[in-house]
């Protein structure tokens, strides 16, 4: 089933669009090829809840500056109770601490995102550039295009100038209750170490962040930290959880539009990735590397930033296979690493055998 778009287009820039009861959209640019991030503002009492912050960008402060404009000139007046943050992705953490510093509320994340937040921007902990270029190139990627990804470090912490240094922690399954309405936590695995997304069993309402969205795959990526992860497992079973979710629930994505149809859009990603699983274990009748198969995967040219997902996504999916069986890991004595088929790999073992018998 396709999804069903009850709005016909986004808000305009720094218009805030209602789209449920106390439930308002905003819509702010991202300076990539995915230009957009939806941030949600939410009727609290007498003031404000902010979900999700954008990307630390002049025109997106200059948005936000405006939006606190006239929530100021509200009935409810401007008062931000408090600033929720799905994930550690600069396009949501970007203006966390910015904001917190103009509006004095507290940022809520999980403690995965918040911690994984302060090792990426200070580079600790198997996290940031270094490692992530050891790992692309373990797995195949050119010296061209590591050194296109090196000349590009530090977009974390452009896109994320500042981190807050306090935070309310918040646990699956946490309920917070949001201008009266209750808000369930869901946390999810897969495209971030603890991604929360808010469930209103009261208004009907999936604020789903990037685990979730109506017409892209959310990107799941391997990273050097974590190498032989299967993070497509983890993100298939999380948003498997959302087929509980009634039929008529109104998914507010991070990206794109909001939609109806959450177990018609879990079905299609799981179809999707599956295609992909398939593809992918086809093309390894030979050893192959995660950088052998993005033409495979990407048929489009791949600019820098979308490389970096890329890669992370080939291996998300290589690491899947492998888990399941359906291919085997090999490296070389310079630390290249390869996937095989498994059948391919046991018809060359037995012909090898047969010869030498």
């Not at 149809?261 to 299609?268: F, Q």
Request: net charge negative; proline share 6%.
């Amino acid at each position: 089933m396709l999804p069903d778009y009850p709005f016909p287009a986004p808000p305009a820039a720094c218009e805030i669009f209602p789209v449920a009861k106390g439930v308002h959209w905003l819509r702010m640019p991202l300076p990539f090829a995915l230009n957009h991030i939806n941030l949600w503002l939410l009727e609290d009492g007498a003031g404000w809840t902010i979900v999700d912050t954008g990307f630390a960008l002049d025109t997106v402060k200059e948005c936000w500056l405006a939006i606190l404009e006239q929530l100021a000139r509200s009935t409810r007046g401007g008062r931000v109770s408090r600033i929720i943050v799905t994930h550690f992705h600069p396009d949501h953490l970007g203006l966390a601490a910015w904001l917190q510093e103009r509006t004095a509320a507290p940022v809520c994340m999980t403690v995965g995102e918040y911690l994984t937040a302060h090792a990426v921007w200070h580079e600790v902990g198997g996290h940031g550039n270094p490692p992530m270029l050891r790992q692309f190139r373990a797995h195949g990627l050119d010296e061209e295009r590591c050194a296109a990804l090196e000349r590009r470090s530090g977009g974390y912490n452009r896109g994320v100038p500042t981190l807050p240094n306090s935070y309310r922690r918040v646990f699956d399954g946490d309920e917070l209750i949001i201008g009266g309405q209750r808000w369930q936590v869901r946390v999810g695995y897969g495209h971030s170490p603890e991604h929360a997304a808010l469930y209103s069993p009261d208004l009907g309402v999936l604020i789903s962040g990037d685990m979730l969205l109506p017409t892209i795959s959310t990107n799941i990526s391997v990273f050097a930290v974590t190498p032989e992860a299967d993070s497509l497992t983890d993100y298939l079973q999380s948003i498997d959880r959302y087929r509980e979710l009634p039929a008529a629930t109104l998914v507010l994505p991070s990206h794109g539009m909001p939609f109806h149809g959450i177990a018609g859009r879990v079905d299609a990603l799981h179809a999707h990735h599956e295609d992909r699983l398939q593809l992918l274990e086809e093309h390894c009748h030979v050893p192959r590397s995660a950088a052998d198969l993005l033409p495979t995967l990407f048929a489009r040219e791949l600019d820098t930033h979308q490389t970096m997902f890329a890669m992370g996504e080939a291996i998300a999916h290589l690491n899947r296979l492998e888990h399941a069986g359906r291919v085997i890991r090999s490296e070389t004595g310079d630390g290249r690493i390869r996937f095989v088929a498994s059948g391919r790999a046991a018809a060359t073992s037995g012909s090898a055998e047969d010869g030498n018998g």
